[in-house]
């Protein structure tokens, strides 16, 4: 089996696997929210609204992961992956939008208590709580990339929800605070607010183009020299992440009089994907000495000729 057609069969079933968590989610989304209503619970009602986001958010990132399959083209010579990782960035923001109106909400809820019906509010987060943990099972069994996480983690907030809705319900009909449904929700939405923070940041570098963690240039540049005979310097390194999988490299290497050049390019090209996860690198090889590289030393961003 080829490498694509592997990511073909991860594509395939990351589809599949979306669409069912999306059906669940959304189906029951309609649940909660009348079940919050009915009860009176901040923590139903967020949790509903959360639920309403993470039916966008999935959908979002089943049509990713659909684009993600599409073949490259003369205006995408890359292809389409990196709409997985613009889906994942956009379930981040809304994610941060979301937990902004829980605190919001959850505040004024506690200035003003108000009546909760905790019997119905437990019935309804208890059913909740299965549906999250389906979805959530659904998408943990597939291959981890940034759209897959991002999906994951709306659903793993609705699943911190129902449990704080529990917890609330359990409360409120044994002791009557019903304080404590707001106060839930808020931690809820800071446990949230963490991951969503993660996925931003982590899909924000992919979008921005920042080298792949431990792929810096000057690592890449150390280790080429260390471990691949015959290379006299290597210089104007640039990696970057076409998505969360693929990583991709451009440099100039110098070689050291004698040096064979096809020799060395495949040595370097097969160093960058054993050490680094690099599967796709452009690499000038250099016979002379480069009067650029010189001026510069291992200057990793200069992008000056030769």
Known sequence: MTAHQHSNDHSHANERRVFFAMWLTGTFMLVEFVG?????????????????????????????????????????????????????????????????WILFEAATRIMEPRDILAGPMLAVAIAGLAVNIAALKLLHGGDGNLNMRGAALHVMGDLLGS????????????????????????????????????????????????????????????????????????????????????????????????????????????RLGSRFGIGHATVQIEQADCPDAEAHGHNFQNDEPC
Do not use: C, Q
């Not at 009860?39 to 309403?52: F, V």
């Not at 684009?67 to 941060?96: H, Q, W």
């Not at 529990?166 to 800071?190: K, N, Q, Y």
């Not at 080298?211 to 970057?240: F, K, Q």
């Open 36 to 100: 919050g209503v009915l009860s009176g619970s901040l923590a139903l009602i967020a949790d509903a609204g959360h639920m309403l986001t993470d039916t966008g958010a999935l959908m979002l990132a089943w049509v990713a992961t659909r684009l993600a399959r599409k073949p490259a083209d003369i205006a995408r010579s890359y292809g389409y992956g990196r709409a997985e990782t613009l889906a994942a960035f956009t379930n981040g923001i809304v994610m941060l939008v979301l937990v902004g």
């Open 163 to 270: 449990v704080a809705a529990i917890a609330a319900a359990v409360t409120i009909l044994f002791t009557g605070f019903t304080a404590i449904d707001p106060i839930l929700s808020v931690l809820v939405a800071l446990l949230i607010l963490r991951s969503a923070a993660a996925i931003i940041r982590e899909s924000a570098h992919v979008l921005m183009e920042g080298s792949p963690e431990g792929a810096g240039g000057g690592d890449i540049a150390d280790d080429l020299l260390t471990h691949v005979p015959g290379l006299a310097d290597v210089h104007h390194v640039h990696a970057w992440s076409l998505t969360s999988e693929r990583k991709v490299a451009t440099l100039h290497a110098r070689l050291a009089p004698g040096t064979d050049a096809g020799a060395a390019l495949a040595a370097i090209k097969a």
